[in-house]
T-cell receptor, first 112, second 109 residues
Framework: NAGVTQTPKFQVLKTGQSMTLQCAQDMNHEYMSWYRQDPGMGLRLIHYSVGAGITDQGEVPNGYNVSRSTTEDFPLRLLSAAPSQTSVYFC???????????FGPGTRLTVT | SQQGEEDPQALSIQEGENATMNCSYK?????LQWYRQNSGRGLVHLILIRSNEREKHSGRLRVTLDTSKKSSSLLITASRAADTASYFCALYNNNDMRFGAGTRLTVKP
């Protein structure tokens, strides 16, 4: 199993550009989530999904969209990038909500 | 806020010593989890303790949970240089997961 994969590993955007961060898991997990981690801080939940077709907002959802058309994939879209979105983004999955989460390697995003 | 607060922020010990990290929180939880992160990589799950449990063990790790004091502790016994990492507590309640800012542990050989 590849576990949780994320692409790209690094990305530089200009203010106002949009992009999609990809996340996929091959463990048939129902619960998937996106976090951002800023320097010296813990992770903050952006959006999560409890199953295909179901998404909900986390602690810091503004400026981000998600969709969950399949169990495997959970892309995160930045609609109009801002410097405040410079961060490391982690995708995670678990069998069910509240379970042990498996994390991807992260995407380091810089917005100039 | 449901976010956990870890204490201390940083801890430096010698190999072979025990390391204790604490997590305090303010609201109710379904479970509390501890994760490790090495140098900005993805987090690795260590242990999950449910709100009706008081103590759990996994290898050299021991986690306690006191829901009356709204606090948890992670004990790493006989530490090794490879235990050097940041450790985070995560509070889970009703589909929402909140992480603390972490404790940076350095184990000197």
């Amino acid at each position: 199993n590849a576990g949780v994969t994320q692409t790209p590993k690094f990305q530089v955007l200009k203010t106002g550009q949009s992009m999609t961060l990809q996340c996929a898991q091959d463990m048939n997990h129902e619960y998937m989530s996106w976090y951002r981690q800023d320097p010296g801080m813990g992770l903050r939940l952006i959006h999560y999904s409890v199953g295909a077709g179901i998404t909900d907002q986390g602690e810091v959802p503004n400026g981000y969209n998600v969709s969950r058309s399949t169990t495997e994939d959970f892309p995160l879209r930045l609609l109009s990038a801002a410097p405040s979105q410079t961060s490391v983004y982690f995708c995670a999955s678990s069998y069910g909500a509240g379970g042990e989460q498996y994390f991807g390697p992260g995407t380091r995003l810089t917005v100039t | 806020s449901q976010q956990g607060e870890e204490d201390p922020q940083a801890l430096s010990i010698q190999e072979g010593e025990n390391a204790t990290m604490n997590c305090s929180y303010k609201t109710s939880i379904n479970n509390l989890q501890w994760y490790r992160q090495n140098s900005g990589r993805g987090l690795v799950h260590l242990i999950l303790i449910r709100s009706n449990e008081r103590e759990k063990h996994s290898g050299r790790l021991r986690v306690t949970l006191d829901t009356s004091k709204k606090s948890s502790s992670l004990l790493i016994t006989a530490s090794r240089a490879a235990d050097t990492a940041s450790y985070f507590c995560a509070l889970y309640n009703n589909n929402d997961m909140r992480f603390g800012a972490g404790t940076r542990l350095t184990v000197k050989p």
